[in-house]
């Protein structure tokens, strides 16, 4: 079994730490422009889509939604509001390489919002109500790069092609994430590190440039290139 990450996604509490995370990350040279409303999930959010992975930035819309019987064991209302609960602002998704039907092997839950076709539904490894975990689940769905020319993203990061070749998350929490969701995490190469707060780091291009920018306070999140 091989995994490797699809995308990871921070969450911002408002509009006004949307609107600031997204002014930031494009001043730095991000294309935020793949954009998509969850209905049914009462989140919206920004993607700067590179060859092999995703970042998406994941904002509140609408609270009833948040913690509605469905949306609830996803915790993301707490994640939302991190700053005030503590919880993990994170969430990775992982796809299963060669073969996606090795996803069946992994313990998961299955969520289905509304926003997604019926009978389609999300593979979740990190146990229901577990704030203090990163969200980890599964998905089939093929890296940016490999989709169709009319369905493809903007490719163009800081002026180039990007590859997504690291990723490490921080946070108190490091420590107590299910050992399932540590074995899929492991298996793609995800660092988990215990840290005071909440930080998640992405590495392009083997950091061939050697550079370093860190968003903080502003967004919990730095990229080496």
């Known amino acids: 079994m091989a995994f490797e990450v699809d995308h990871v996604f921070v969450c911002v509490g408002d509009e006004a730490q949307e609107s600031a995370a997204i002014a930031a990350l494009s001043e730095f040279g991000l ?6 409303t969850h209905q049914g999930q009462g989140t919206r959010n920004a993607c700067a889509c590179f060859d092999n992975a995703y970042l998406e930035l994941l904002c509140p819309v609408d609270d009833a939604a948040l913690g509605s019987e469905l949306v609830a064991p996803l915790m993301l209302r707490e994640r939302i509001g991190w700053r ?20 069946a092997a992994v313990k998961t839950w299955a969520y289905s919002p509304p926003y997604l076709p019926e009978g389609v539904s999300i593979p979740i490894v990190t146990p229901r109500g577990s704030p203090d975990e990163p969200l980890v689940f599964l998905s089939r769905s093929p890296a940016p790069v490999d989709l169709p020319a009319d369905r493809q993203p903007p490719l163009i990061q800081r002026g180039a092609r990007r590859r997504l070749t690291g990723l490490r998350i921080e946070g108190p ?11 899929v995490l492991a298996d793609a190469g995800v660092v988990l590190e215990v840290a005071s707060g909440p930080h998640v780091e992405l590495e392009w291009d083997g950091r061939e440039e050697g550079c370093r920018t860190d968003f903080s306070p502003v967004l919990p999140l730095s990229i080496r290139w």
Not at 84 to 103: H, K, M, Q, Y
């Open 31 to 36: 294309d935020l422009t793949t954009r998509r």
């Open 173 to 183: 929490g490091a420590t107590s994430v299910c050992a399932e969701a540590r074995a």
């Open 84 to 103: 005030d609960t503590g919880a993990c602002p994170f969430g990775v998704s992982l796809r299963c390489l060669p073969n996606p039907e090795g996803i």
